[in-house]
């Protein structure tokens, strides 16, 4: 959906809308995104 770029701390926030977490974990390794975790967000 977005992305959110960090600069002081030299990160990106990475964005998804998906069912389930193995989701977005594949879509990431697909994208060549690399991530430490991934956690839901409610908005």
Do not use: G, N, Y
Request: negative net charge.
């Amino acid at each position: 959906m977005r992305t959110v770029f960090v600069p002081e701390d030299e990160m990106c926030l990475h964005f998804f809308e998906a069912a389930r977490v193995e989701a977005v974990a594949e879509a990431s390794r697909r994208a060549r995104l690399s991530f430490e975790r991934i956690v839901e967000a409610v908005e």
